[in-house]
């Protein structure tokens, strides 16, 4: 039985500091926080724990815990920020990324496309985000297949889905029994809201959040999606 998810959202309360949205869902194991950071940045809050997806200096980390898991998806500069890393990572951090990504980045894991991994009470997928039809040129991709991750992040019985830099891909369709979602969409490197939407309808996770959208009308993506069941969730990721 699927846990009952309660979102709300609030905002951070430190004197000075941004408001940033924060959403608290519920699962089997306990409460469960999602923080927007900014464009794809993400900081996911559990049991104790804390996971960092995609740090990125243009985001405002001040204020928030270090992490005890990174996830990478890309080897681009607003995924994989060299910078930002050593404000977000402590002794022991682990570090979940593609091979691309580990090349420039010693110590961290490797997780291939298909791939899985549990860590403590966390199991981290690894799915294919890449482009098929979008490229800077002719014959060439921004997001090459099986270069990039995106993640399915699984606590408590509760399943996210980190879409990364992807266009709506096969295997974004095939996902199944996704509670909640990030899905990316801005011109040129991922997709338009319309395609967003259709690759949403497909795989119909519970609740989305459009994410990495900078540029984009949300409301062409929230309007493609009345009457589909998959509830439409807009935040500020560039407040």
């Known amino acids: 039985m699927k846990p009952f998810v309660l979102a709300a959202l609030a905002a951070a309360v430190c004197l000075g500091q941004p408001s940033r949205p924060v959403e608290t869902f519920q699962t089997k194991a306990g409460p469960l926080k999602v923080t927007a950071i900014r464009h794809a940045s993400v900081m996911i809050e559990a049991g104790g724990q804390v996971i960092h997806i995609d740090p990125w200096s243009q985001g405002n980390y001040d204020g928030l815990p270090v992490a005890d898991l990174i996830l990478i998806t890309d080897i681009h ?21 593609p091979e691309a990504v580990a090349k420039t980045l010693p110590g961290a894991e490797v997780l291939a496309n298909g791939q899985s991994r549990t860590i403590g009470k966390w199991t981290i997928q690894a799915v294919p985000m890449y482009n098929e039809k979008r490229g800077p040129s002719e014959g060439k ?49 991922t997709m338009p809201p319309e ?19 900078r540029g984009s009308d949300l409301k062409v993506f929230e309007q493609a999606l009345a009457g589909s069941g998959v509830e439409v969730r807009i935040r500020d990721w560039y407040y």
């Open 77 to 97: 500069g607003d995924h994989l920020d060299l910078k930002i890393l050593p404000k977000v990572r402590k002794e022991g951090t682990v570090i979940v990324a």
């Open 141 to 189: 991709f921004f997001h090459d297949k099986g270069r990039g991750n995106g993640y399915v992040v699984s606590y408590g019985g509760l399943r996210l889905y980190f879409s990364g830099d992807s266009e709506g891909v096969a295997e974004m369709r095939a996902l199944r029994n996704i509670d909640v979602a990030f899905v990316a969409m801005n011109l040129p490197y």
């Open 195 to 213: 395609e967003a939407a259709e690759a949403v309808k497909a795989f119909h996770p519970r609740i989305v959040y459009p994410y990495h959208y």
